[in-house]
């Protein structure tokens, strides 16, 4: 089958097309032929050597896809799907070709009134939005959310969810132009992170209080400030790195504010815990997206064979919303 491989840790041109051998699907998955691929971060990472696929998964790159069931692996008669059925997935790995065995709790429903194709762009922002600002950091009603990449797949997702939970969100991004999209969004407050700081500008928009939570794909370079910022009672989750892996922590600030600090990632979770955050989106994300009141944000769409240059798009860092490969025909 068709595939895109990475020959080497390196830059967008070490991913190249190739042929691949058609994955079997084992006990408790199925085998999904792929419509489109969702691009994320962690792909690019990946590609570069730094964020390894876990055990057992696939080396190839894309961690969501949309698409249609093509077979049943054993243990899967009873899980409510048939050939035929539409679907999206959330993966740990395998998206960039033609077909991908997928754990059956992995699987979701393309949500009524979204096109397959555009469906590749929902499991991943999704789970990972979800089980971070709600399970992990318990977002609730009037409570104030920084968002730091507004603008991003996982941003756009975020600032939808956190609003549809009756959270004031700010939000952090380079440029006017993105602000502006995260304002149509439904972003609350707006920080442009290269002519102004987002702790004096948060903490006037809510007197001072600071935020409950902040969602932040930074890490180390953001640690101190982000910490500053916590309110009482504050969380603080990373689940990103692109501004260093180590920094420093003041604990003391931490026991004043009783604030927490929570490192999480999607990939690496068990299967038996992604299936658990795959049904919660389903039951509290999946009603939204079909009321319309959470949507689709799609940037461009590449053809596979053209991965690199849908990743070179990405570490340009100008899109809103997401990148996908289309593989086949929707």
């Given at each position: 089958?068709?595939?895109v491989?990475?020959?080497?840790?390196?830059?967008?041109?070490?991913?190249?097309?190739?042929q691949?051998?058609?994955?079997q699907?084992?006990?408790?998955?199925?085998?999904?032929?792929?419509?489109?691929?969702?691009?994320n971060?962690?792909?690019?990472?990946?590609?570069?050597?730094?964020?390894?696929p876990?055990?057992?998964a696939?080396?190839?790159?894309g961690?969501?896809?949309?698409?249609?069931?093509?077979?049943?692996?054993?243990?899967?008669?009873?899980?409510?799907?048939?050939?035929?059925?539409?679907?999206?997935?959330?993966?740990?790995?395998?998206g960039?070709?033609?077909?991908?065995?997928?754990?059956?709790?992995?699987?979701?429903?393309?949500?009524?009134?979204?096109?397959?194709?555009?469906?590749?762009?929902?499991?991943?922002?999704?789970?990972?939005?979800?089980?971070?600002?709600?399970?992990?950091?318990?977002?609730?009603?009037?409570?104030?959310?920084?968002?730091?990449?507004?603008?991003?797949?996982?941003?756009?997702?975020?600032?939808?969810?956190?609003?549809?939970?009756?959270?004031?969100?700010?939000?952090?991004?380079?440029?006017?132009?993105?602000?502006?999209?995260?304002?149509?969004?439904?972003?609350?407050?707006?920080?442009?992170?290269?002519?102004?700081?987002?702790?004096?500008?948060?903490?006037?928009a809510?007197?001072?209080?600071?935020?409950?939570?902040?969602?932040?794909?930074?890490?180390?370079?953001?640690?101190?400030?982000?910490?500053?910022?916590?309110?009482?009672?504050?969380?603080?989750?990373?689940?990103?790195l692109?501004?260093?892996?180590?920094?420093?922590?003041?604990?003391?600030?931490?026991?004043?504010?009783?604030?927490?600090?929570?490192?999480?990632?999607?990939?690496?979770?068990?299967?038996?815990?992604?299936?658990?955050?795959?049904?919660?989106?389903?039951?509290?994300?999946?009603?939204?997206?079909?009321?319309?009141?959470?949507?689709?944000?799609?940037q461009?769409?590449?053809?596979?064979?053209?991965?690199?240059?849908?990743?070179?798009e990405?570490?340009?860092?100008?899109?809103?919303?997401?990148?996908?490969?289309?593989?086949?025909?929707?």
């Open positions: 089958m068709n595939a491989t990475i020959t080497g840790p390196g830059e967008a041109d070490v991913l190249v097309p190739a691949v051998d058609r994955p699907p084992g006990q408790g998955e199925v085998l999904v032929e792929v419509v489109a691929a969702g691009v971060r962690a792909d690019v990472m990946q590609r570069k050597g730094f964020y390894p876990p055990s057992g696939s080396e190839l790159p961690l969501e896809v949309s698409g249609r069931v093509v077979e049943l692996g054993p243990g899967c008669e009873e899980a409510g799907w048939s050939v035929g059925d539409e679907v999206c997935a959330l993966l740990a790995g395998g960039y070709a033609e077909h991908v065995a997928v754990p059956v709790g992995q699987l979701l429903p393309v949500p009524a009134g979204v096109p397959l194709a555009d469906a590749a762009a929902l499991p991943e922002v999704a789970c990972t939005v979800w089980s971070n600002l709600v399970l992990e950091a318990g977002l609730g009603e009037g409570e104030t959310v920084l968002i730091h990449g507004g603008s991003s797949g996982i941003g756009t997702m975020a600032i939808q969810v956190a609003k549809a939970l009756g959270a004031t969100v700010a939000v952090t991004a380079s440029t006017q132009e993105k602000l502006a999209a995260c304002r149509e969004l439904g972003a609350d407050v707006l920080v442009n992170y290269r002519t102004q700081d987002f702790v004096d500008e948060v903490r006037k809510t007197d001072g209080r600071g935020a409950d939570v902040i969602l932040d794909v930074v890490g180390a370079k953001y640690l101190e400030r982000n910490v500053d910022l916590l309110a009482k009672d504050g969380r603080l989750v990373v689940i990103g692109q501004g260093g892996r180590r920094g420093e922590l003041d604990l003391g600030a931490l026991l004043a504010k009783r604030a927490r600090v929570i490192a999480t990632s999607l990939r690496s979770r068990p299967v038996e815990g992604k299936a658990q955050i795959v049904a919660a989106v389903r039951e509290h994300v999946w009603p939204l997206v079909e009321q319309g009141r959470i949507r689709t944000v799609i461009s769409r590449h053809p596979l064979a053209e991965a690199a240059r849908a990743h070179e990405m570490e340009a860092s100008a899109h809103v919303g997401k990148i996908l490969l289309e593989v086949a025909p929707g």
